[in-house]
Protein backbone atom coordinates (compact mmCIF):
# COMPACT_ATOMS: atom_id res chain seq x y z
CA UNK A 1 0.00 0.00 0.00
CA UNK A 2 1.10 3.57 -0.79
CA UNK A 3 2.41 6.48 1.84
CA UNK A 4 1.25 9.12 3.11
CA UNK A 5 3.48 11.86 2.65
CA UNK A 6 3.83 14.83 3.32
CA UNK A 7 5.11 17.25 0.51
CA UNK A 8 5.47 21.29 0.72
CA UNK A 9 7.56 23.48 -0.51
CA UNK A 10 9.60 25.29 2.90
CA UNK A 11 12.27 28.21 3.61
CA UNK A 12 14.75 27.38 6.61
CA UNK A 13 12.78 30.04 8.94
CA UNK A 14 10.04 27.00 8.13
CA UNK A 15 7.22 29.32 6.22
CA UNK A 16 5.41 27.18 3.41
CA UNK A 17 3.68 30.59 2.14
CA UNK A 18 3.57 34.36 2.48
CA UNK A 19 1.04 35.66 5.23
CA UNK A 20 -1.88 35.67 2.69
CA UNK A 21 -0.70 32.53 1.02
CA UNK A 22 1.62 33.93 -1.75
CA UNK A 23 4.56 32.15 -3.57
CA UNK A 24 7.55 34.13 -1.78
CA UNK A 25 9.74 32.71 -3.61
CA UNK A 26 9.70 29.76 -2.17
CA UNK A 27 8.02 27.46 -6.10
CA UNK A 28 11.28 28.89 -7.69
CA UNK A 29 12.56 25.18 -7.83
CA UNK A 30 9.22 23.90 -9.54
CA UNK A 31 8.53 26.12 -12.03
CA UNK A 32 12.17 26.75 -13.08
CA UNK A 33 13.25 22.70 -12.02
CA UNK A 34 17.28 21.82 -12.36
CA UNK A 35 17.65 18.66 -13.77
CA UNK A 36 17.76 16.92 -10.03
CA UNK A 37 14.58 18.49 -8.93
CA UNK A 38 12.94 17.76 -12.52
CA UNK A 39 13.24 14.42 -11.29
CA UNK A 40 11.88 14.49 -7.55
CA UNK A 41 9.17 16.17 -9.72
CA UNK A 42 8.81 13.22 -12.05
CA UNK A 43 8.41 11.23 -8.92
CA UNK A 44 5.97 13.10 -7.45
CA UNK A 45 3.48 12.72 -11.06
CA UNK A 46 4.44 8.98 -11.41
CA UNK A 47 4.29 7.75 -7.65
CA UNK A 48 1.65 9.76 -6.32
CA UNK A 49 -1.72 8.34 -6.74
CA UNK A 50 -4.19 11.32 -4.82
CA UNK A 51 -3.26 14.34 -3.36
CA UNK A 52 -5.00 15.89 -0.32
CA UNK A 53 -5.48 19.72 0.46
CA UNK A 54 -7.34 22.03 2.38
CA UNK A 55 -9.73 24.64 0.73
CA UNK A 56 -7.17 27.23 0.88
CA UNK A 57 -4.50 25.85 -1.21
CA UNK A 58 -7.00 24.96 -3.74
CA UNK A 59 -8.48 28.12 -3.97
CA UNK A 60 -4.50 29.46 -4.60
CA UNK A 61 -4.37 26.84 -7.33
CA UNK A 62 -7.15 27.26 -9.02
CA UNK A 63 -6.53 31.23 -9.35
CA UNK A 64 -3.20 30.60 -10.90
CA UNK A 65 -4.56 28.26 -13.31
CA UNK A 66 -6.45 29.33 -16.50
CA UNK A 67 -8.05 25.50 -16.76
CA UNK A 68 -8.30 22.19 -14.66
CA UNK A 69 -6.44 20.74 -17.26
CA UNK A 70 -3.60 22.52 -16.70
CA UNK A 71 -2.88 20.69 -13.28
CA UNK A 72 -0.27 18.18 -13.98
CA UNK A 73 -1.31 15.85 -11.59
CA UNK A 74 -3.54 13.27 -13.60
CA UNK A 75 -4.98 11.78 -10.41
CA UNK A 76 -7.83 12.23 -7.96
CA UNK A 77 -7.57 15.26 -5.31
CA UNK A 78 -9.63 15.64 -2.21
CA UNK A 79 -10.36 18.84 -0.42
CA UNK A 80 -10.50 19.26 3.04
CA UNK A 81 -12.98 21.85 3.59
CA UNK A 82 -16.31 22.73 5.81
CA UNK A 83 -18.27 24.03 2.79
CA UNK A 84 -19.93 21.45 0.55
CA UNK A 85 -19.17 21.39 -3.17
CA UNK A 86 -20.01 19.31 -6.37
CA UNK A 87 -17.12 16.98 -7.26
CA UNK A 88 -15.11 18.25 -10.41
CA UNK A 89 -13.77 16.10 -12.75
CA UNK A 90 -11.79 16.53 -15.91
CA UNK A 91 -10.02 13.43 -17.26
CA UNK A 92 -8.58 11.39 -14.73
CA UNK A 93 -8.26 14.87 -12.81
CA UNK A 94 -10.94 15.01 -10.27
CA UNK A 95 -11.59 17.14 -7.02
CA UNK A 96 -14.02 15.83 -4.42
CA UNK A 97 -15.16 18.18 -1.26
CA UNK A 98 -14.78 16.37 1.66
CA UNK A 99 -16.97 18.01 4.62
CA UNK A 100 -16.45 15.45 7.23
CA UNK A 101 -13.26 15.72 8.56
CA UNK A 102 -8.92 14.70 7.95
CA UNK A 103 -9.93 10.74 8.19
CA UNK A 104 -12.57 10.56 5.98
CA UNK A 105 -10.08 12.65 2.86
CA UNK A 106 -7.35 9.77 3.90
CA UNK A 107 -9.76 7.51 3.29
CA UNK A 108 -11.16 7.66 0.06
CA UNK A 109 -7.64 9.17 -0.92
CA UNK A 110 -5.85 6.05 -0.08
CA UNK A 111 -9.09 3.89 -2.06
CA UNK A 112 -8.22 6.06 -5.16
CA UNK A 113 -4.57 5.96 -4.67
CA UNK A 114 -4.42 1.79 -4.41
CA UNK A 115 -1.26 1.07 -4.34
CA UNK A 116 0.46 4.58 -5.06
CA UNK A 117 1.48 7.12 -2.70
CA UNK A 118 -0.86 9.93 -1.50
CA UNK A 119 0.63 13.72 -1.10
CA UNK A 120 -0.68 16.49 1.42
CA UNK A 121 -0.01 19.25 -0.24
CA UNK A 122 -0.81 21.28 2.04
CA UNK A 123 -1.73 24.02 3.64
CA UNK A 124 0.16 24.71 6.63
CA UNK A 125 -3.60 24.04 8.74
CA UNK A 126 -4.07 20.97 6.76
CA UNK A 127 -0.48 19.48 7.32
CA UNK A 128 -0.82 20.25 11.11
CA UNK A 129 -3.76 18.62 11.43
CA UNK A 130 -2.61 15.58 10.15
CA UNK A 131 0.57 16.00 12.12
CA UNK A 132 -0.98 16.02 15.07
CA UNK A 133 -3.15 12.70 14.38
CA UNK A 134 -0.09 10.65 13.51
CA UNK A 135 -1.20 10.07 10.05
CA UNK A 136 2.00 11.30 8.20
CA UNK A 137 4.08 8.74 7.36
CA UNK A 138 6.96 10.68 5.25
CA UNK A 139 7.45 14.20 5.06
CA UNK A 140 9.13 15.47 1.89
CA UNK A 141 10.56 18.95 1.90
CA UNK A 142 11.65 21.54 -0.46
CA UNK A 143 13.69 23.21 1.49
CA UNK A 144 14.45 26.95 -0.21
CA UNK A 145 18.02 28.80 0.86
CA UNK A 146 15.83 32.06 2.28
CA UNK A 147 14.62 33.60 5.55
CA UNK A 148 10.65 34.45 4.66
CA UNK A 149 10.64 36.36 7.69
CA UNK A 150 6.81 36.09 8.03
CA UNK A 151 4.24 33.99 6.46
CA UNK A 152 2.55 30.64 7.09
CA UNK A 153 4.48 28.55 9.43
CA UNK A 154 4.38 24.50 8.59
CA UNK A 155 5.36 23.43 11.85
CA UNK A 156 2.98 25.13 14.51
CA UNK A 157 0.27 23.82 16.61
CA UNK A 158 1.53 20.04 16.08
CA UNK A 159 1.47 19.30 19.68
CA UNK A 160 4.46 19.13 22.14
CA UNK A 161 5.81 15.52 22.08
CA UNK A 162 9.26 14.53 20.15
CA UNK A 163 8.83 13.41 17.05
CA UNK A 164 11.87 11.27 15.98
CA UNK A 165 12.35 11.57 12.46
CA UNK A 166 14.81 9.36 9.69
CA UNK A 167 16.53 11.07 7.45
CA UNK A 168 15.86 8.68 3.93
CA UNK A 169 17.08 11.02 1.20
CA UNK A 170 19.14 14.01 0.76
CA UNK A 171 19.05 15.95 -2.60
CA UNK A 172 21.66 18.78 -3.46
CA UNK A 173 20.10 20.93 -6.44
CA UNK A 174 20.29 24.14 -7.50
CA UNK A 175 18.60 26.43 -5.01
CA UNK A 176 16.61 24.01 -3.23
CA UNK A 177 17.57 20.82 -1.23
CA UNK A 178 15.39 17.94 -1.27
CA UNK A 179 14.58 16.19 2.04
CA UNK A 180 12.76 13.46 2.75
CA UNK A 181 12.16 12.00 6.50
CA UNK A 182 10.70 8.56 7.26
CA UNK A 183 8.09 9.02 10.80
CA UNK A 184 9.78 7.12 13.14
CA UNK A 185 6.78 6.02 15.17
CA UNK A 186 6.68 5.85 18.70
CA UNK A 187 6.38 2.31 19.75
CA UNK A 188 9.77 1.44 17.47
CA UNK B 1 39.17 39.13 7.11
CA UNK B 2 36.90 37.62 9.63
CA UNK B 3 33.21 36.54 9.35
CA UNK B 4 30.33 36.10 11.75
CA UNK B 5 29.31 33.40 11.39
CA UNK B 6 25.93 31.72 13.51
CA UNK B 7 26.49 27.77 14.06
CA UNK B 8 24.15 25.98 16.26
CA UNK B 9 21.69 22.66 16.30
CA UNK B 10 18.14 23.02 15.29
CA UNK B 11 15.18 20.71 15.30
CA UNK B 12 13.44 20.64 11.33
CA UNK B 13 10.53 22.55 12.99
CA UNK B 14 12.99 25.24 14.05
CA UNK B 15 13.55 24.73 17.58
CA UNK B 16 16.90 25.38 19.14
CA UNK B 17 16.16 25.16 22.80
CA UNK B 18 12.90 22.95 24.45
CA UNK B 19 10.48 24.25 27.20
CA UNK B 20 11.12 25.15 30.41
CA UNK B 21 14.82 26.31 29.85
CA UNK B 22 16.56 26.71 33.46
CA UNK B 23 20.21 26.54 35.06
CA UNK B 24 19.92 22.95 35.71
CA UNK B 25 18.13 22.34 32.01
CA UNK B 26 20.06 24.92 29.92
CA UNK B 27 18.59 23.61 26.49
CA UNK B 28 14.92 23.24 28.16
CA UNK B 29 12.52 19.83 27.96
CA UNK B 30 14.02 17.32 25.50
CA UNK B 31 16.77 19.64 24.46
CA UNK B 32 19.66 17.76 24.84
CA UNK B 33 18.10 15.69 22.29
CA UNK B 34 19.56 18.48 19.67
CA UNK B 35 23.23 17.33 20.78
CA UNK B 36 23.01 13.89 20.40
CA UNK B 37 24.87 13.98 17.07
CA UNK B 38 27.99 15.66 18.61
CA UNK B 39 27.92 14.01 22.01
CA UNK B 40 26.29 10.40 21.71
CA UNK B 41 28.88 8.24 19.79
CA UNK B 42 29.41 10.70 17.17
CA UNK B 43 30.76 9.33 13.98
CA UNK B 44 34.23 10.59 11.98
CA UNK B 45 32.13 13.25 10.15
CA UNK B 46 30.17 14.59 12.75
CA UNK B 47 33.51 14.92 15.30
CA UNK B 48 35.07 16.67 11.85
CA UNK B 49 32.36 19.05 11.70
CA UNK B 50 32.37 19.49 15.89
CA UNK B 51 36.25 20.51 15.04
CA UNK B 52 36.02 22.67 12.47
CA UNK B 53 33.46 24.64 14.25
CA UNK B 54 35.96 24.60 17.16
CA UNK B 55 39.45 25.44 15.85
CA UNK B 56 37.63 27.90 13.06
CA UNK B 57 36.83 30.26 15.82
CA UNK B 58 38.82 32.94 16.78
CA UNK B 59 35.81 34.38 19.38
CA UNK B 60 32.55 33.39 20.51
CA UNK B 61 29.04 35.70 21.18
CA UNK B 62 26.95 34.86 23.25
CA UNK B 63 23.56 36.75 24.15
CA UNK B 64 22.26 37.44 27.46
CA UNK B 65 19.68 35.51 27.99
CA UNK B 66 21.51 32.44 26.89
CA UNK B 67 24.07 33.41 28.99
CA UNK B 68 22.34 34.56 32.51
CA UNK B 69 19.31 32.23 32.25
CA UNK B 70 20.80 28.80 31.35
CA UNK B 71 24.66 28.84 31.35
CA UNK B 72 26.13 30.92 33.96
CA UNK B 73 26.01 28.49 36.53
CA UNK B 74 26.19 25.45 34.59
CA UNK B 75 29.53 26.12 33.14
CA UNK B 76 31.30 26.62 37.04
CA UNK B 77 33.06 29.74 36.18
CA UNK B 78 34.88 28.45 33.16
CA UNK B 79 34.65 29.48 29.53
CA UNK B 80 33.88 26.21 27.56
CA UNK B 81 34.61 27.41 24.75
CA UNK B 82 38.08 27.27 22.57
CA UNK B 83 38.08 31.11 22.23
CA UNK B 84 37.52 34.82 24.12
CA UNK B 85 33.83 34.86 24.85
CA UNK B 86 31.47 37.83 24.60
CA UNK B 87 28.56 38.52 26.51
CA UNK B 88 26.13 41.34 25.02
CA UNK B 89 24.15 42.24 27.82
CA UNK B 90 22.68 45.49 28.83
CA UNK B 91 24.33 47.71 31.23
CA UNK B 92 24.38 47.03 35.09
CA UNK B 93 24.21 43.43 34.28
CA UNK B 94 26.03 41.14 36.20
CA UNK B 95 29.63 39.65 36.15
CA UNK B 96 30.83 37.14 33.81
CA UNK B 97 33.10 34.32 34.24
CA UNK B 98 36.69 34.62 33.29
CA UNK B 99 37.21 33.90 29.43
CA UNK B 100 34.14 35.92 29.29
CA UNK B 101 34.13 39.52 28.29
CA UNK B 102 30.82 41.63 29.31
CA UNK B 103 29.98 44.24 26.20
CA UNK B 104 27.27 46.73 27.84
CA UNK B 105 27.54 49.24 24.73
CA UNK B 106 25.47 46.75 22.07
CA UNK B 107 25.95 44.08 19.18
CA UNK B 108 28.04 46.09 17.01
CA UNK B 109 30.67 47.07 19.75
CA UNK B 110 30.41 43.39 20.51
CA UNK B 111 30.69 42.26 16.74
CA UNK B 112 33.86 44.30 16.38
CA UNK B 113 36.01 43.41 19.96
CA UNK B 114 35.37 39.68 18.77
CA UNK B 115 36.50 40.41 15.58
CA UNK B 116 39.75 42.29 16.84
CA UNK B 117 40.39 39.22 18.86
CA UNK B 118 39.74 36.41 16.19
CA UNK B 119 42.38 38.37 14.12
CA UNK B 120 41.61 35.84 11.33
CA UNK B 121 39.76 33.09 12.71
CA UNK B 122 35.48 33.61 12.54
CA UNK B 123 33.21 35.00 14.67
CA UNK B 124 31.25 32.05 16.11
CA UNK B 125 27.77 33.46 17.00
CA UNK B 126 26.75 30.52 19.19
CA UNK B 127 23.25 31.84 20.19
CA UNK B 128 20.73 32.64 21.57
CA UNK B 129 17.95 32.91 19.60
CA UNK B 130 16.95 36.62 20.03
CA UNK B 131 20.74 38.07 19.80
CA UNK B 132 20.46 35.73 16.74
CA UNK B 133 17.34 37.47 15.08
CA UNK B 134 18.91 41.04 16.01
CA UNK B 135 21.73 40.22 14.44
CA UNK B 136 20.55 39.35 11.75
CA UNK B 137 17.82 42.45 11.50
CA UNK B 138 21.15 44.15 11.50
CA UNK B 139 22.79 42.55 8.92
CA UNK B 140 25.82 41.53 10.75
CA UNK B 141 26.07 37.97 10.35
CA UNK B 142 27.99 36.53 7.51
CA UNK B 143 27.08 32.85 7.32
CA UNK B 144 24.86 30.12 9.16
CA UNK B 145 26.32 26.96 9.58
CA UNK B 146 22.66 24.98 10.59
CA UNK B 147 22.96 21.08 11.91
CA UNK B 148 19.24 20.17 10.79
CA UNK B 149 18.69 17.26 13.35
CA UNK B 150 16.07 15.23 12.52
CA UNK B 151 13.14 15.62 15.07
CA UNK B 152 10.07 17.67 15.56
CA UNK B 153 10.37 19.19 18.75
CA UNK B 154 7.22 20.39 18.36
CA UNK B 155 7.57 23.36 21.48
CA UNK B 156 10.05 25.20 22.45
CA UNK B 157 12.89 28.16 21.39
CA UNK B 158 12.52 28.85 17.84
CA UNK B 159 15.45 30.15 16.63
CA UNK B 160 14.06 32.82 13.50
CA UNK B 161 11.36 33.61 16.21
CA UNK B 162 7.98 35.56 16.00
CA UNK B 163 9.15 38.59 15.12
CA UNK B 164 8.65 38.80 11.45
CA UNK B 165 11.51 40.12 9.77
CA UNK B 166 12.03 41.01 6.28
CA UNK B 167 12.92 38.63 4.02
CA UNK B 168 16.82 37.39 3.85
CA UNK B 169 17.88 35.41 0.47
CA UNK B 170 20.58 33.19 1.72
CA UNK B 171 23.12 30.83 -0.93
CA UNK B 172 23.56 27.25 0.46
CA UNK B 173 27.39 26.89 0.08
CA UNK B 174 27.84 24.21 1.41
CA UNK B 175 26.16 20.70 2.86
CA UNK B 176 27.42 17.14 4.46
CA UNK B 177 24.49 14.45 4.91
CA UNK B 178 25.04 12.23 8.23
CA UNK B 179 23.97 9.95 10.36
CA UNK B 180 21.18 11.89 12.86
CA UNK B 181 21.92 14.97 11.56
CA UNK B 182 22.12 17.03 8.35
CA UNK B 183 25.07 20.17 8.21
CA UNK B 184 23.72 22.89 5.98
CA UNK B 185 26.16 26.30 5.76
CA UNK B 186 24.65 29.50 3.86
CA UNK B 187 26.31 32.58 2.97
CA UNK B 188 23.34 35.50 3.87
CA UNK B 189 23.16 37.15 0.58
CA UNK B 190 23.60 40.92 1.43
Request: charged fraction near 20%; aromatic fraction near 6%; hydrophobic fraction near 45%.
Amino acid sequence: MGKVILDMAMSLDGFISGVNGEDVGLYNWYFDPAPKSEAVIQELLTGLGAIIMGKGAYNTGEEETDSIDDNPYKMAHFIVTHDPHEKIVSGAISYTFVTDGIESALQQAKVAAGDKDIAIAGGADIAQQYLAAGLVEEIQLHLAPILVGKGKRLFDNIGGALVELESTRVIDSSGVTHLKYRVVKSDE
Amino acid sequence: MSKVVLDLSMSLDGIVAGTDISPEQPLGKDGERLHYWMFENPNETNTRIMEETATSAGAVLVGARTYYDAINTGWNGVNPFPAPAFVIAKAGSASVVKGFTLVTDGIASAVQQAKAVAGDKNVWLMGGARLTQQMLQANLIDELHIHLVPILMGDGLRLFGEAGMDAIDLEQIGLVESVGVTHFKYRVVK
